[in-house]
């Protein structure tokens, strides 16, 4: 068969068609930066130096920027940045509880070293580890030039041997410390799945993100538009910390960063990096907001989201539909721009504020058989449908986390009548058979599977694995 034929061509869009992939390797450059280095969260918080006195604090984060700057690494971002975080989260602290002196830390500062380097340590050249040993022995008279080497060569060879360190007996105490950083490396190393969320307008995109980070990471509102595409990184572990990358890189960011935007940053990219509650908390996942299409205010929250999608730099696209407002034009025209451009990359269809829902007027299953005719009118074959309400799944992560607002609280358990009445749980049982969730005695908990939210990251997972069944390892009834 010729390979430009007709009849190649037809027989290699069916092949693309059937077989989805989601095993993809995804590019983590943005702006300039690899953001595979915020995917990794501080060790810092459980450095015992946070609660010595002020003056070992001062003195120990003199050294440790003077080792940086021996290296001249001082002048890169990430570094800097690092650096600055060191400074804020060291004398952040108001409590003494013991006052050990420097020598103390003797082997910690080593670490924290390169921990800010990003563990980049193997493209150092000989001359700045030579500074290096030299300010380091000078400043811990009669420690040897050795113990840099060593524990230089522990963190940057292979699990095994900084395995052996944690276990080393002269590194008794900062045990622990190791035992971040590993976790950390490993968390690094392996391969990130992207996910591109994008919808029309108002349709929950970013409350959707909220609800599966369980972190307000993204502006959600009514009115106010998603302008930008935020990137959201899963961090290794809670380490009680968000970054944020919107033309300064910020390794502690605040509520204040995190929801207003640098006027200095000309990409239309913002990344934030924080680690996720949930089931996906141990995933190694890049989550894209993307501007809704039809926003007529801004014509180039369009251009910014069709640009993202047509760049494939994700495995898995959630489309998010709102369950209000079903079947609009704009709809339809984003649904076959999507069809048209996602190629074999695999949908994942949220309808989301399943909350409206009236069940005196209507049946979930009837909406959703609807719905699947739908989206088969245009052209998504066996589509995976997961009805959500990510407001209620939102709420039900931040019970436990912060104290809810009267008016949360009163949404809170509203919701979680509502979705016991609802029942979900049944759907998603006869339409992914596969999917387990436990249940749990506590009411706010179990909202998490009864709003859908559950199921959703869970599946999501699965697809994390690709799989035979619509190339998902996720079955579809
Ligand atoms: N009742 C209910 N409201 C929701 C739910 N999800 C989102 N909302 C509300 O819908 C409005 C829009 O939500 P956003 O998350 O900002 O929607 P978006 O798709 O990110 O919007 P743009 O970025 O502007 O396109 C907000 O007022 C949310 O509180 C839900 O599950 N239930
Ligand atoms: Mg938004």
Redesign the pocket.
């Known amino acids: 068969m010729k390979k430009n034929g007709r009849r190649y061509r037809e027989l290699k869009k069916l092949r693309e068609e059937s077989s989805f992939s989601t095993i993809k390797n995804i590019s983590q450059e943005v702006s300039g930066i690899n953001i595979a280095y915020l995917s990794m969260s501080h060790i810092v918080p459980f450095n015992p130096i946070l609660y010595d006195s002020f003056d070992t604090r001062k003195e120990y984060l003199r050294r440790l920027t003077g080792y940086v700057k021996a290296g001249g690494w001082k002048r890169r971002k990430y570094e800097s940045a690092e650096l600055l975080s060191y400074e804020q989260i060291i004398m952040g602290s108001d409590e003494i509880k013991e006052e050990h002196g420097i020598g103390f830390y003797k082997y910690f500062i080593l670490l924290d070293l390169i921990h800010v380097l990003g563990y980049d340590t193997k493209e150092i050249d000989e001359e700045k580890i030579y500074l290096l040993k030299k300010k380091y022995c000078l400043d811990f008279s009669g420690e040897k030039a050795g113990v840099v080497d060593m524990i230089f060569k522990s963190v940057c060879g292979s699990d095994r041997r900084l395995r052996k360190l944690q276990e080393n007996r002269d590194f008794l105490k900062e045990a622990e410390y190791i035992r971040c950083i590993r976790q950390n490396l490993i968390f690094k190393k392996k391969e990130p799945f992207g996910i591109l969320v994008t ?13 599966i980070t369980g972190k307000y990471i ?10 930008k595409i935020h990137c959201i990184v899963n961090k290794a572990f809670e380490d009680g910390y968000s970054y944020e990358y919107d033309h300064d890189l910020v390794m502690k960011a605040g509520r204040e960063e995190l929801l207003n935007d640098n006027e200095e940053n000309s990409s239309d990219k913002i990344v934030v990096s924080t680690s996720f509650k949930g089931y996906l908390n141990q995933e190694r996942i890049i989550v894209n ?5 039809n ?1 007529s205010g801004d014509r180039e ?1 369009k251009a910014i989201t069709e640009r993202l999608i047509k760049g494939r730099n994700y495995n898995l696209l959630i489309y ?1 539909m ?3 407002t079903l079947g609009t034009d704009d709809e339809a025209q984003h649904l076959d721009f999507v069809k048209q451009t996602i190629g074999r990359t695999p949908v994942l269809f949220v309808v ?5 829902f009236n069940l005196e007027e209507e049946s979930i299953e009837d909406t959703i058989k609807r719905q699947r005719e739908y989206l088969r009118e245009h052209g998504f074959r066996n589509p995976l449908i997961c009805p ?7 709420l039900a992560k931040q019970f436990g986390t912060r104290q809810l607002s009267k008016s949360e609280e009163r949404e809170l358990y509203n919701y979680v009548d509502k979705f016991e009445q609802m029942n979900l749980t049944e759907y998603y049982k006869n339409a992914f058979g596969k999917i387990a969730i436990e249940d749990s005695d506590q009411e706010e908990i179990q909202l998490l599977k009864t ?1 859908g939210i559950a199921f959703v990251e869970k599946i999501i997972i699965s697809l994390t694995t690709g799989g035979k069944v619509n190339g998902t390892g996720v079955r579809q009834i």
């Open positions: 919808a029309t307008m108002s349709a929950g995109k970013s409350t959707f993100i909220n609800a993204c502006l959600s509102q009514n009115m106010v538009c998603t302008s907001d993307s501007p809704g299409v926003y929250h998010v709102n369950a209000t989301n504020k399943i909350d409206w959500v309400s990510s407001k209620a799944g939102y709003s």
